[in-house]
């Protein structure tokens, strides 16, 4: 066990070298951050001065040397744009994003895996139908459009829920959050919905071809001969036998939805990362990009662990190779 | 996308308002970004706004009254270089201590060297040579050199109080530590990337506070800004996205303010005598001259235009037509050029004199964001273009990328929005009309490299005449010198619009600042 995490956390430091390579040569292939910083009255000289003091003026080897070597002491350099230190400033809108991540993920079970078990298990029945055919509109229809849709609807027309920020949040553990309030969920509820519908017809596709692929299988059938209960054996035999593919595709979803939340972000004005990191590429903020790249790669690396741990918790034949 | 929510905005104008605010509180949903609550730290629009809550200048500059008093009661010359400004005795801060000149000193020079500043304000402050205090409330500024325009430069610069700035820095602001404030509001609490609540600053010097707490709410998305007015998340919201006026107008619930702005947008076509890829002939080989150098060809391209219809089609209102770079009844405006009339046929003309009878092929550079409006904007300039012969293609590439393009005056044809944030024609003349000169700092986003002595020699007389008229006058003929060569190709000015509750007014501020104070309730 220790071996292969070991394995993967090697794994994961080659990962974030090589992505901080590309990321610094991509970024400066952009162009001249000072350009953008500068006000648009600033003068040839105030150019030169700010790319001095931003260090840009030297070559650029030297300046990734001079980045990882401060990232090795846990430094990873203040923004340009909003001077404070690039791992604060994410650290600050992070929370945000991922209890929306959360939460979207916690909708696309609490949903999806319900409905997706009915269409499996009688998928004869109007209802499957209706919800196969619905998840084709999860699929298909474009967040940025769902998103003012349900504007339009809930915020506007109804007025039930407000159609954009955060609310009131609760300090805990050196972060804000908004679940801990009544009012931060009124805000967070049409965010999360927006971000989960993708994701529960994707749950909803993936029980429902489960539920069909293991149902004939003669475990289950002895399982019906044995006379157990309808229950026990879909409880028991069916769900747990499809949840392994379900963990692996979760485990990413929650991931890139945290990486790239973007969209949702923007049209709820949500004060997540996603909104930062574009406003941040946007502004050639190559701190704040470095460190939040960095940031989702560790995140990525820390799911699949998790996502890995669960194979064995969930699955009997992973545990015995593991410890053979 | 906007369009679509447009008419959904529509369906739902008939159905009640769904939040009501509390009857003293204001929400505003503002599009700028701010980088900090320090009001040192970055000359950015979004941080301007917010600092005029909290921090006043010496003077102010508002779009209705013009300069009118800040912190300073009253300021005269005593010598075309000095200026000896009288600071109020009523101005306290929030922590009791009074406002004294000795604090103002201190502002102009932390503004010069607040750490990890990227966009200073010292541009502001260029002119000036030493500042003295003479007595509690007597500032005396000396310029290196006669300068009319010192007042107007600082209105843009921010008082911080010496007793805390000293040991503050921009984190103590943010955090709220340092927010020891003057203004009409008081800081509560600030999330960065969300909000700023403030409250009524009880001991304010000026005329009291509309409004008992206002939360200031960055929404950058303009169809999440128009989503937030009509559920009323907010009350009132900036810079309303064109394709949402119209249906915004319509709406019972909704006022929309819209007033002309000074924000221009400007094409500029390239001085470079090399051969560029951007300029060819029809078969797309490069060629050997550039056109553009030639006055005739930039004549016919200015006359090809129709700027109404841009005006009123692209832009649905939200843009008047511009001739020149400053707006009509601003300082420097020249009335001889209120009209380009539209001439495709003399152009084409033109065009033949000039050696191009069959044209030439041409590629606009636009970046996707920056500039509301601009790609669409350019793809019906090229439109025009063709027509005349001139095949015009449109680049639409991220601002970041085109940036470092035009300033190496890569491009054949670049555009440039300019804020005239001075309301006077003189600060569009230093930085994107004179020649560009690293050494003088002149014409440092002269992206197509104009040059015309002239219009140098007027730029620097003007810079020195104290005589308003006189100095109007000299505005006025460089107008002339700029659109008789064509230097620029002027396009539109931006409205300022905003959109708010039925029962609130908006008046302007000071140029497209989006403040709590120029909102008041509808008598």
């Known amino acids: ?324 | 996308m906007t369009t679509r929510l447009s008419t959904l905005a529509l369906s739902a104008a008939l159905i009640v308002a769904g939040g009501t605010a509390w009857a003293e509180d204001l929400r505003i949903g503002f599009a700028d970004p701010v980088s900090a609550i320090d009001p040192e730290l970055n000359n950015y629009a979004g941080d301007h706004s917010v600092a005029q809550h909290f921090f006043p200048a010496i003077v102010a500059q508002k779009t209705i009254g013009g300069m009118v008093p800040g912190l300073a009661e009253s300021w005269k010359n005593t010598s075309p270089t000095t200026w000896e400004f009288k600071i109020r005795d009523k101005a306290v801060w929030t922590d009791g201590q009074p406002v004294t000149a000795d604090d103002i000193a201190f502002s102009y020079q932390r503004a010069q060297s607040v750490p990890g500043s990227v966009a200073s304000f010292k541009s502001f402050l260029r002119s000036v040579a030493k500042v003295e205090v003479k007595d509690p409330h007597t500032l005396v500024i000396t310029t290196k050199a006669p300068d009319p325009l010192l007042p107007i430069n600082l209105s843009s610069i921010y008082v911080v109080s010496r007793h805390v700035g000293q040991t503050a820095t921009t984190d103590d602001y943010n955090s709220g530590k340092a927010m020891v404030t003057d203004g009409p509001y008081a800081f509560v609490s600030y999330t960065p990337g969300d909000r700023i609540e403030m409250k009524r600053n009880d001991t304010y010097w000026g005329p009291k506070a509309q409004w008992d707490k206002v939360s200031y709410r960055y929404i950058a998305n303009p169809a999440a800004r128009t989503a937030a007015l009509l559920s009323g998340d907010v009350d009132m919201i900036d810079k309303v996205s064109f394709s949402d006026i119209e249906k915004l107008e319509k709406n019972p619930r909704v006022k929309v303010w819209s007033y002309p702005g000074l924000r221009v947008l400007i094409l500029q076509p390239s001085f470079n005598p090399a051969p560029s890829k951007f300029i060819t002939d029809k078969a797309g080989k490069p060629l050997d001259k550039n056109p553009l150098l030639d006055v005739r060809v930039r004549k016919a391209l200015n006359m090809a235009i129709n700027r109404d219809a841009i005006a009123d089609r692209v832009a649905r209102g939200g843009v008047t037509v511009a001739t020149q770079w400053m707006p009509a009844d601003t300082f420097g405006y020249n009335p001889d050029y209120a009209k380009i009339a539209v001439d495709p046929s003399k152009a084409k003309a033109l065009l033949a004199e000039a050696g191009y009878p069959d044209g030439f092929k041409l590629t606009i550079h636009v970046p996707g964001e920056r500039y509301p409006l601009a790609p669409e904007t350019a793809q019906a300039v090229a439109q025009f273009w063709t027509r005349i012969g001139v095949e015009t293609q449109v680049e639409v590439v991220p601002f970041s990328v085109y940036v470092s393009g035009a300033n190496k005056n890569e491009y054949a044809m670049s555009m440039i929005g300019w804020g005239n944030g001075t309301g006077e024609g003189t600060y569009a003349m230093t930085s994107i009309l004179a020649t560009n000169d690293p050494a003088k700092g002149l014409g440092a986003s002269n992206w197509g490299r104009y040059g015309n002595p002239k219009l140098d020699d007027a730029l620097a007389r003007a810079g020195a005449e104290f005589d308003d008229a006189k100095r109007e006058a000299i505005i006025k003929d460089a107008v002339k010198v700029v659109m008789d060569d064509v230097g620029v190709i002027p396009l539109y000015h931006y409205k300022n619009i905003w959109a708010s509750r039925p029962d609130l007014k908006v008046v302007p501020w000071n140029s497209d600042r989006t403040v709590a104070m120029q909102v008041s309730k509808a008598k």
């Open chain 1, 1 to 324: 066990m220790l071996g292969w995490l070991l394995q993967r956390v090697a794994q994961a430091l080659l990962v974030i070298v090589a992505m901080s390579l590309v990321v610094f040569l991509g970024m400066h292939a952009i162009g001249n951050p000072a350009d953008i910083l500068l006000a648009p009255d600033a003068t040839q000289a105030d150019r030169a001065e700010l790319i001095a003091q931003l260090g840009l003026d030297r070559p650029l080897w030297q300046q990734y040397l001079s980045f990882a070597g401060s990232a090795l002491q846990g430094d990873l350099g203040r923004s340009f744009v909003y001077n404070v230190p690039a791992v604060t400033l994410i650290l600050q809108r992070l929370p945000a994003t991922l209890e929306l991540a959360i939460a979207a993920t916690a909708f696309s079970v609490i949903f999806g895996v319900p409905l997706g078990l009915y269409a499996g298990l009688y998928p004869e029945r109007r209802l499957s139908k209706l919800i196969t055919t619905g998840s084709i509109l999860g699929f298909s229809l474009p967040t940025f459009w769902v998103g003012l849709l349900l504007i339009m609807t809930f915020s506007v027309y109804f007025g039930w829920l407000p159609a954009s920020g955060r609310g009131e949040t609760v300090h805990l553990l050196g972060a804000d959050w908004s679940f801990l309030t009544l009012n931060g969920w009124r805000h967070m509820l049409l965010p999360a919905i927006n971000l989960s519908l993708f994701k529960v017809s994707l749950v909803i596709r993936l029980t429902r071809a489960g539920v069909r692929e293991v149902l004939p299988l003669d475990y289950v059938r002895f399982a019906r001969a044995k006379g157990l209960r309808r229950g026990r054996i879909v409880m028991m035999h069916v769900l747990r036998n499809i949840m392994i593919p379900l963990v692996t595709v979760l485990g990413l979803e929650l991931g890139s939805t945290i990486a790239f939340a973007v969209v949702t972000e923007s049209i709820f004005a949500w004060p997540g990362s996603g909104k930062l990191i574009l406003d941040s590429i946007n502004a050639l903020d190559r701190p704040v990009v470095m460190a939040y790249l960095l940031v989702v790669v560790t995140l990525f690396v820390v799911i699949n662990l998790v996502v890995d741990i669960l194979y064995r918790i969930l699955d009997p034949r992973v545990r015995e190779e593991a410890s053979a």
